[in-house]
Structure formats: C-alpha cells, structure tokens
T-cell receptor, first 109, second 114 residues
Framework: QQPVQSPQAVILREGEDAVINCSSSKALYSVHWYRQKHGEAPVFLMILLKGGEQKGHDKISASFNEKKQQSSLYLTASQLSYSGTYFCGENTNAGKSTFGDGTTLTVKP | DAGVIQSPRHEVTEMGQEVTLRCKPISGHDYLFWYRQTMMRGLELLIYFNNNVPIDDSGMPEDRFSAKMPNASFSTLKIQPSEPRDSAVYFC????????????FGAGTRLSVL
C-alpha cells in the first residue's frame, strides 16, 4: 500500500500559499518529499525523521505527525519555479521507500 | 560527483526483444533503487539493493524482469522478452544509508516497446 496524497492537483497564482498532505497506513520511520518537473527526474526536497529531525529546502517547510502517520508540505509565497508534481515517500527502517501518486502544482503569473 | 548516471536515455524496441537498462550510482552510496513510472501506476519501486545485495524484489512485476548489481558502481535491469505494457520511464536512484535515505535519481530511461 502506498501513501495517500491530497489534493491531487492545485492551481495557484504567484505569491499564494499551498499545503500538500500525505497520509500513511503504516508506522513510519521517516517521510521524504520530492518534486518532479515534466520530463525530468524527481529531486529531493525534504526528509522528516521520527523524533523531529528535518533536513531539506530552505524555502519549503513540512511537518510530520508520527502518531497520525501524516505529513504536510507547506509552500509559501509560491514562485513559478515551484510548478511540478510533488511526491511524498514513506520509509520503513529497512530502507524501503513507497511513493504516493503525486500532487500536481501549477503556479500561474 | 556526476550524480546517478543511467543509460540509455531512450530505448525503442520491438515486442519480444531483450532490453537492458544500466545504472551507475553515486560513488560511496550503499543503496540502489530501480523504479518504474507510468501515468497509470505512478512511481513504483521494483527492487532495491544494499551493498550490492538485493533486499526486496517484491515490486518486480514478472519473471521477465531481472536486476543485478555485480559491483558497487554498476547495476542493470533486464526485461526479456519485452512487451508493450513495459513501456514506461525507468529510474535508478541511490542513497547513503537507510535511515536518512535521501535518494538521488538518475535522469531515467524512457522505454518504448512497439
């Protein structure tokens, strides 16, 4: 089973904010977020570890609620370059990752 | 470092032919992952290796798919015989460690089976 992302798609104007959610049915070790632009490979944005440690992008923040097995990615003051498909990936402590179906973000001028 | 290198970038083949996809992970990384991406099924993990040893191949769709990692700097994903439904973008990714595994993806191989 894979994590469930919501919403499936978001359309924003430059400068607006967005939140992308990710829910899992499993006990997670960590959650990671990637962005993929059309025709390119996914690129790492952020990882959130059990216990609160985070590593990632300066302009993007995220939260990880271990009890609820949920994570949210916060995109503030969106820029045109934020457009793409965002994937959350859930990690077990064995190193295996399973990705959600993705959320397509479109930022318009 | 040059990042994860995949070859070829594009492959067009006919049904029934053997296809071999190649991956060179980032030097020093001990995990290597093979993914398949399609519109219908999203990003699927096919198999992953730790220190060249396959750990979980439960995502490999059928016996027609096989993957090897003969050394720390090279892995292959082979499809024999190929079928049109195998058409997809295949990504290889590598990471250092399991607990904070930030995966670095290669550019992918776009496979079209006619």
């Amino acid at each position: 089973q894979q994590p469930v992302q919501s919403p499936q798609a978001v359309i924003l104007r430059e400068g607006e904010d967005a939140v992308i959610n990710c829910s899992s049915s499993k006990a997670l070790y960590s959650v990671h977020w990637y962005r993929q632009k059309h025709g390119e490979a996914p690129v790492f944005l952020m990882i959130l570890l059990k216990g609160g440690e985070q590593k990632g992008h300066d302009k993007i923040s995220a939260s990880f609620n271990e009890k609820k097995q949920q994570s949210s990615l916060y995109l503030t003051a969106s820029q045109l370059s934020y457009s793409g498909t965002y994937f959350c990936g859930e990690n077990t402590n064995a190193g295996k990752s399973t990705f959600g179906d993705g959320t397509t973000l479109t930022v318009k001028p | 470092d040059a990042g994860v290198i995949q070859s070829p970038r594009h492959e067009v083949t006919e049904m029934g032919q053997e296809v071999t996809l190649r991956c060179k992970p980032i030097s020093g990384h001990d995990y290597l992952f093979w993914y398949r991406q399609t519109m219908m099924r999203g990003l699927e993990l096919l198999i992953y290796f730790n220190n060249n040893v396959p750990i979980d191949d439960s995502g490999m769709p059928e016996d027609r798919f096989s993957a090897k990692m003969p050394n720390a700097s090279f892995s292959t994903l082979k499809i024999q015989p190929s079928e049109p439904r195998d058409s997809a973008v295949y990504f290889c990714a590598s990471s250092l460690g399991a607990t904070k595994n930030i995966q670095y993806f290669g550019a992918g191989t776009r496979l079209s089976v006619l």
